[in-house]
């Protein structure tokens, strides 16, 4: 340790106990909470659970049908779970409460809950739960199409800055379309409401009392830039007559807070529901693909990273503003402040695979794994690197649930070309796999290396971890070295270094994100470089896929 580090421990140590903070990640099926210590970012312990209620899609729980392709979470499902993990996680690690100064939250995006005043969620209360908008839409809750064309052409005739900042296409992932298909459909609820907030943004207004929107969902799924705000009410109110006013009061109220600032901090409610103390600083919350940047350490232009999971997001970060096709979106200071973030993914990986092993594998592979105490996912892998990856005819578009980047198209389904009588179920489970690896390829060069060079691909998250053939094929597919932290809860941690960054450093924390990132970030890096002797044919893997990418995108404009 040089002299600054020395006496930068010595602070962290002066109020005589370690200090740590806690992370949360709240994903689509469960939560996570870890606890870190603050003076090097070593992961004490961690709890996860999942959520009782799941995902919801063709009723309520009151059984009540809901609309096609609608899909739900429950208030209840966060508010059971949060007080669990944050409990189990600091028994684990055998912490008290009064040596956490901190704490982060992220969380799925745009995830968006409609409100009361005190922000108690709408469904909560007994005449909501029969209105199916008086519940939580997650991320992927699609069937709002109609409304985000709407916006999309509306932008496009009036010149609106924010739509090429967002690749030319406004995507149904973002909260505007998702509040209008409620205007539409239940305007009566609508005006009853009083807030829509991003699901991270919730949790830090639970925690702190008071309503401020992060920057990295605000720009990234709100529309917002630090330029100029949010779309202006002469915008909304071309939507519908009156819309602007109403959309601003509900959507785009309160401070908007950068990524590592404090938000507020634990009041005694909040204190006593989590088993921490009054005024533990919370920091803004972020979009959970976004968390791992942080975790990364990821902060100089020409970094990109790969958070591979359910579906997988894709920053990357520049020091220049460049407006391209098929970016989800482009904020200043949204990532991490100082440089331009953007973002771009792909929505089904974790999804699809899941979805094969589940509907499509024979009995007999899973007995298989079952009689030698291993995942069926890895059973495919091994059975798939026996069979000459390299050489495999099968090509596959990842599109399960659509397409996020390039084509922005959330309506494209899934292909498999090339299966005959005589195809493996590890065969299609490989083609499946290098036909994720292809999509990221083509973002990469049709969207980053436009922008500036790339200098550095991480990849995390727990498929990364547990899948080291998935790793390989990336980076034969990529032709570039991948760098996978040995991490499985990178989310977790990244909200926990937000938390070390908003505490000060009079209290025990850091008062400065990039220096929380420099000493608290993932080291553990397993390095995966590319087959030299396979190049060729992985070549003749992405370009057979691309030629299928080409057309079939084309024939669905």
Not at 28 to 35: D, E, K, N, Q
Not at 249 to 255: E, R, V
Not at 269 to 279: P, R, V
Request: charged share 25%.
């Amino acid at each position: 340790m040089n002299e600054k580090d020395i006496l930068e421990a010595e602070s962290l140590r002066e109020t005589g106990k370690t200090n740590y903070v806690i992370g949360i990640d709240c994903g689509t099926l469960s939560a996570r909470a870890v606890v870190v210590r603050v003076l090097d970012g070593s992961v004490a312990a961690g709890f996860d659970m999942e959520y009782p209620h799941g995902i919801i899609t063709e009723r309520l729980p009151n059984g009540i049908g809901l609309s096609e392709g609608t899909i739900l979470s429950m208030a209840e499902d966060y508010l059971t779970v949060l007080p669990l993990i944050v409990r189990g996680a600091l028994e684990e690690a055998a912490v008290t409460p009064e040596q956490v100064i901190g704490i982060g939250i992220d969380a799925t995006s745009c995830t968006i809950v409609p409100c009361m005043k005190d922000g108690t969620p709408l469904a909560l209360a007994e005449k909501y739960q029969e209105r199916p908008h008086a519940y939580i839409k997650l991320w992927k809750h699609h069937n709002v199409k109609k409304q985000a064309k709407k916006v999309e052409e509306l932008a496009e005739a009036r010149n609106e800055g924010f739509l090429s900042c967002n690749g030319n296409v406004v995507s149904c992932e973002l909260i505007l379309p998702k509040i209008m298909q409620i205007y539409e459909e239940d305007p009566a609820l609508f005006e009853e409401t009083s807030y829509y907030v991003d699901l991270c943004d919730w949790l830090t207004w639970r925690l702190t009392g008071v309503l401020k929107r992060s920057a990295n969902s605000a720009g990234f799924k709100g529309l917002w830039s630090l330029e100029k705000g949010y779309p202006d009410k002469e915008f909304l109110d071309e939507l519908y007559d009156g819309f602007g006013s109403a959309y601003y009061d509900k959507a785009a109220s309160g401070p908007v807070v950068l990524t590592g600032e404090c938000c507020g901090y634990l009041g005694s409610e909040a204190a006593e529901w989590l088993g921490l103390s009054e005024g533990v600083a919370v920091a803004s919350g972020m979009m959970d693909g976004h968390a791992s940047v942080i975790a990364l350490g990821m902060q100089k232009s020409g970094e990109m990273a790969l958070i591979v999971g359910t579906s997988n997001a894709i920053p990357f970060l520049a020091d220049r503003a460049v407006k391209v096709k098929g970016i989800f979106g482009m904020v200043q200071d949204g990532i991490i402040p100082g440089v331009y973030g953007y973002s771009a993914g792909q929505i089904a990986t974790g999804d699809m695979l899941a979805w094969f092993v589940k509907n499509q594998v024979p009995a007999s592979y899973k007995e298989e794994a079952d009689e030698r105490g291993i995942s069926v996912h890895k059973l495919l892998c091994e059975k798939a690197e026996e069979s000459r990856p390299e050489k495999n005819t099968l090509t596959i578009l990842d599109w399960w649930h659509g397409n996020r980047s390039i084509l922005c198209n959330e309506q494209l389904t899934g292909i498999i070309k090339g299966i005959t009588l005589e195809t493996r179920p590890e065969e299609i489970y490989c083609a499946m796999l290098q036909g994720i690896a292809c999509g990221t390829r083509v973002i990469i060069e049709q969207s980053y290396c436009k922008i500036v060079d790339i200098t550095r691909i991480f990849a995390c998250g727990g498929i990364p971890c547990k899948n080291p053939f998935f790793m390989q094929q990336y980076a034969n597919i990529l032709n570039r070295t991948i760098w996978v932290a040995n991490v499985s809860n990178s989310p977790a941690l990244g909200s926990a270094i937000c938390a070390a960054a908003a505490v000060s450093k009079e209290r025990g924390g850091y008062g400065n994100l990039a220096r929380a990132m420099e000493k608290m970030h993932i080291h553990d890096m397993i390095e995966y470089t590319p087959q030299l002797e396979y190049v060729a044919d992985y070549e003749k893997i992405y370009e057979r896929y691309y030629r299928l990418y080409d057309v079939m995108g084309k024939l669905e404009e």
